[in-house]
């Protein structure tokens, strides 16, 4: 089974913070995403990556940077936290081979910014 | 642009009744679809997924799932619901890229 492991279930931090968000997945999968869920707007993309050092924006990316210095770990930056940055942040990994290959999730960290 | 709707937001049911959820999404091409489920402090888990063949998807849980190419449409079907189904019920489209586009989820309560 595929293992996506994120680094905490529950942060808080303070504004003006920086924050980081750490994932790492055990399946040598190419693909990696971040996603915020929240109520109402089901997930959205923040960013994904689909090699090392590579890196797209997906479709909320204002905010927040990403970093993958090797293929098992994806990390989501959060560069100067907002309040309006509280969410349910999901990482998850693909393997690269076609897009009808599912994705495999993380339990999320449900962070809270003060 | 691309889309994915889910019209149902929140749908209340009582145990053994029929469940179908909605999905549409924005423009045909070639498509790959989802759906996913998330059990309450859970992780997001597939159900089940269609990219070929066919249209009739059957999944986990007694789930199935029929892509209407016509109707740009992927619902989501169960005969006989349980009380352990109550979840939050995601439906996502990939058009052959790496990107999944989701829908915002429908909330299903289940009571016994």
């Known amino acids: 089974d595929v293992k996506v492991t994120q680094s905490s279930r529950y942060l808080v931090k303070r504004t003006g913070e920086k924050v980081f968000l750490e994932c790492v997945q055990d399946?040598?999968?190419?693909?990696m995403f971040w996603y915020r869920q929240d109520p109402g707007l089901g997930l959205r993309l923040i960013y994904f990556s689909y090699d090392v050092k590579m890196k797209e924006k997906g479709d909320i990316p204002e905010g927040y940077s990403v970093s993958r210095e090797k293929k098992e770990r994806f990390s989501l930056i959060l560069e100067s936290a907002s309040t309006n940055q509280t969410s349910m942040y999901l990482c998850?990994?693909?393997?690269?081979?076609?897009?009808?290959?599912?994705?495999?999730f993380g339990d999320g960290t449900r962070l809270s910014i003060l | 642009a691309q889309s994915v709707s889910q019209h149902n937001h929140h749908v209340i049911l009582s145990e053994a009744a029929s469940l179908e959820l909605g999905c549409n999404y924005s423009?045909?091409?070639?498509?790959?679809l989802f759906w996913y489920v998330q059990y309450p402090g859970q992780h997001l888990q597939l159900l089940l997924k269609y990219f070929s063949g066919d249209p009739l998807v059957k999944g986990i849980k007694g789930f199935e799932a029929e892509f209407i190419k016509s109707k740009f449409s992927f619902n989501l079907r169960k005969p006989s619901v349980q009380w352990s189904d109550t979840a939050e019920y995601f439906c996502?489209?990939?058009?052959?890229?790496?990107?999944?586009?989701f829908g915002t989820g429908t909330r299903l309560q289940v009571f016994p």
């Open positions: 399946m040598d999968h190419e693909n």
């Open positions: 998850a990994s693909r393997p690269l081979t076609g897009g009808g290959q599912p994705q495999h």
């Open positions: 996502a489209v990939n058009w052959d890229t790496d990107k999944l586009i």
């Open positions: 423009y045909g091409g070639t498509v790959n």
